[in-house]
Structure formats: C-alpha cells, structure tokens
C-alpha cells in the first residue's frame, strides 16, 4: 500500500454510494437497496471514508457519477435533498477527478463485453496507475491479470485498519 500514498483512488459505484449515503446519514446504509445489498454498515462507511482519505485525489468517471444520479432517486424524501447535496459536493470538490474516455473507443475493447461501459471505462482508467477499490470481484480479479493496482474492499474489511501502511 505504501507505493500508493498520495496518489489517486479510483473508486467504483457501489463504495461512492456507501461513501455518499453514510456522509449526510449512516443509518441509511442498512436501508438503501444497493448497500443494503452488499451488506454495508457504518463500520464500512468508515472504512471506506479512512482508506480514501489515504490519497490526494479521488478519481471517477462519468459512466460511474452517472449510476451513482440514478440510484439517488431511489433515496426519497429529505434524505434525497441530503444526498444530491453531497452528491454535488463530491462532483465539485478540487480532491475529485473525473475522467473520461468515448463510449465507442470503449466499446471496441475486450473488457466491454464482458463487464459493460462502466466497468470497462474503469478497466481503461487504471492503466493510468490509479489504485482502483471495487467490491466487484470479476472485475478485481480482471484487472488484477492486467497488472493493475487493484483492491477489493471485501479484503480490507478483513484488515485491521491499523495494519494499513501508507
């Protein structure tokens, strides 16, 4: 991990989601289906929070704040007001990078077939040498073959996070 220090997290959807939700009201975790779903619970938020704080920059791309928007409607009330704000705090902030590459280069590339557009603008950005966290184990383990700097966060679950060496 230490090679990693202060460089750039490119994140994947489903932890942005955690990130976001637990930021304005963590007991909403439990109760949004797409975390609820990957059994997340404020001591993953906080996980989540620690680890990405670990680097200077967070990366994304528009395939991903593009399903992060969509889940958001899934997310009602007063809560809904709360996350689109962190949303745009997120999308505004100087830490966050978004990258983008066109769907149709995406498109021709063998990753596109069997991940889709997000997956595969992902697998694209991170041969740029970002550190990639995901809790997409086919995707992990693609682009862990590819030489990528890749997590899945379902292992640092299991770390301590004072073993964590930055």
Do not use: C
Not at 55 to 72: G, M
């Amino acid at each position: 991990m230490n090679k990693f220090h202060r460089n750039s997290l490119l994140i994947d959807t489903n932890l942005l989601l955690l990130l976001l939700i637990g930021s304005f009201n963590p007991s909403l975790i439990r109760k949004n289906k797409i975390t609820a779903n990957q059994d997340f619970d404020e001591v993953d938020f906080n996980q989540v929070r620690n680890f990405a704080g670990n680097f200077q920059k967070l990366v994304t791309t528009p395939h991903i704040l593009t399903e992060v928007s969509n889940h958001a409607e899934k997310i009602k009330g007063a809560d809904h007001l709360k996350f689109i704000q962190q949303f745009i705090i997120l999308i505004e902030s100087d830490k966050t990078e978004e990258h983008s590459e066109s769907s149709k280069l995406l498109a021709k590339t063998e990753a596109f077939v069997k991940f889709g557009l997000t997956d595969t603008a992902i697998s694209h950005l991170a041969n740029k040498n970002f550190f990639v966290l995901t809790v997409d184990f086919p995707l992990a383990g693609y682009l862990r073959k590819r030489g990528v700097n890749v997590i899945n966060f379902n292992n640092v679950r299991q770390i301590p996070q004072a073993d964590w060496t930055f």
